[in-house]
């Protein structure tokens, strides 16, 4: 026993790089069908928590109460042969058809090829150049010219400058290094102090900045939304992503914040309309290259895959009776059999170009889709239990989401930790911190990341030992020092 579990745990490696081999960069989601792993964390559309509400993979719908005997049918309901016929009325059928996956119609990556000395501050500005940095500059003092005027003078003030304005975000940003939230632990001395950057300006400095810091002083006339004071800085930072970076097919665009508040899903479980409304705006750039979009149970329905691929948008979405509006699909994919499925069948229907899919692993899974042939086989890799048979959908599904977890990762790594009272101030550094995030992807991409992480430029053969290269630091360190060169 001990020498078979020993092959099972060198088969272990292999299994895992066969999933690799199958999609670029793979690190499935323990969490995604049943068992929790490091990196499930920061998954926005499940929760590992046993307590959670939301449309949890780790406790499928079902697994949390589990399918007794079948209540009766109520009076005057169909059978079952006349619930297939109705199906079938509706154009869901058990017979499948094989279907070619849509042809992307663009190219995706970087649009602009960086040289190898290219710095953090190089890919940063790809997305804030300095043309928006001072704007700022201009705003800035503008609002402390009128605060003044209004409320008295403040002898302490001198407009700031560029240079000022860099050292300035240099310091937000140092936030998400330390993960302190108040930055004027910079000059404290103590745990969180950085002599470094606490000498290139002096503290009373840096809370005048603050003080009156803007991206747009003032309202408009034509202005009546509330986030008028960023929303400027919101288009240029969009346009720079756009510019910068052409996703692949394949995105995750779609999904609707799970709980409790006026801004969670318990707050908008009887709009679904809004919910589809999200959708197409987030979609709304995509049409006419076939997309694949990949969407959480509180966006997937049939009316919205249908609209979508009409623009020529595809779709691969988790499915929640419970969550999801199922209008239209067929009701025997939604009910749960009594006795459980072996783990890995599955059930499919298929209407048009549109299949819905019930995959079976320590309870129910339903997926929607208009993206992948329900004919083509796929393998769900795990570590305890190795492969795991599925549907072509299912294994792309759960080979995505981990991307999600992957940025998610990252991002709260280096998520500025400053937390002013503003709302708009909040969304600015918010957007910094996702422009940070998305800056330091491109610089993965480059040939600049090879030369920094092995000292040689690539190519040129094995170097020294590879160098921890922290984005966020290096961004704020090299913000500061432009403040410093001018002072």
């Known amino acids: 026993m001990a020498e078979g579990g020993g092959g099972a745990r060198r088969r272990a490696p292999a299994l895992l790089e066969a999933a690799r081999a199958r999609y670029e960069s793979l690190h499935i989601s323990d969490d995604v069908f049943g068992e929790s792993g490091p990196d499930s964390g920061g998954n926005p559309f499940y929760s590992t928590s046993a307590a959670s509400h939301s449309s949890s993979a780790a406790s499928s719908d079902d697994e949390r109460e589990r399918p007794g005997p079948p209540p009766p049918p109520p009076p005057g309901a169909p059978d079952a042969q006349e619930a297939e016929e109705d199906e079938a009325g509706a154009g869901w059928s ?19 090829k960086m040289p190898p000395s290219a710095s953090a501050m190089d890919f940063f500005q790809l997305f804030v150049p300095d043309n928006v940095l001072k704007n700022m500059v201009v705003q800035t003092n503008m609002y402390a010219k009128k605060f003044q005027e209004r409320f008295g003078s403040d002898g302490a003030w001198a407009e700031v400058t560029l240079t000022e304005m860099k050292a300035f975000l240099g310091y937000m940003i140092s936030t998400s290094i330390s993960h302190c939230e108040s930055v004027l632990s910079i000059w404290s001395g103590g745990f969180y102090s950085n002599r470094s950057l606490a000498l290139v300006m002096s503290q009373a400095r840096f809370e005048k900045i ?14 009546t939304h509330g986030l008028y004071k960023v929303q400027p800085f919101l288009d240029s930072l969009q346009n720079g992503f756009d510019s910068a970076f052409r996703p ?18 318990d707050a908008l479980k009887n709009k679904p309309q809004l919910h589809s409304m999200v959708a ?30 009409k623009q020529e948008i595809y779709c691969c979405g988790l499915l929640s009776p419970r969550k999801s509006d199922c209008t239209g699909l067929p009701p025997s994919m939604l009910s749960n059999p009594a006795t459980p499925p072996a ?17 079976y692993n320590k309870g129910p899974f339903r997926f929607l889709t208009n993206a992948y042939s329900p004919v083509q086989q796929g393998v769900i890799i795990k570590r305890k239990t190795g492969e795991i048979p599925c549907p072509l959908a299912v294994e792309a599904f759960a080979a995505h989401l981990s991307y ?23 969304v600015f550094w918010f957007a910094i911190s996702i422009a940070i995030n ?23 053969g094995a170097g020294a030992a590879p160098r921890l290269h922290v984005p966020a630091g290096a961004l704020s360190v090299a913000l500061a020092q432009q403040g410093t060169a001018s002072s």
């Open 94 to 112: 058990a017979t499948l058809r094989d279907r070619p996956p849509p042809r992307f119609e663009d190219t995706g990556g970087p649009t602009r």
């Open 210 to 223: 603050l003080k009156y810091f803007h991206v747009v002083a003032f309202r408009s006339s034509q202005t």
């Open 280 to 309: 197409r705006s987030l979609c709304r750039n995509a049409a006419g290259k076939n997309y694949i979009i990949f969407t959480g149970p509180s966006i997937t329905s049939l009316t919205l895959f249908e609209e979508l691929e």
């Open 248 to 265: 692949s097919q394949t995105q995750i665009y779609v999904h609707l914040k799970e709980g409790g508040g006026p801004d969670g899903l």
């Open 343 to 359: 783990r890995g069948q599955h059930r499919i229907k298929m209407k048009g170009n549109m299949s819905l899919i019930c995959w």
């Open 404 to 426: 999600i977890c992957k940025y998610d990762d990252k991002y709260s790594k280096y998520f500025i930790s400053h937390k002013p009272n503003k709302t708009w101030q909040q």
């Open 438 to 460: 998305n800056a330091y992807i491109l610089y993965k991409m480059s040939d600049a990341y090879h030369v920094k992480r092995s000292g040689h430029p690539p190519g040129a």
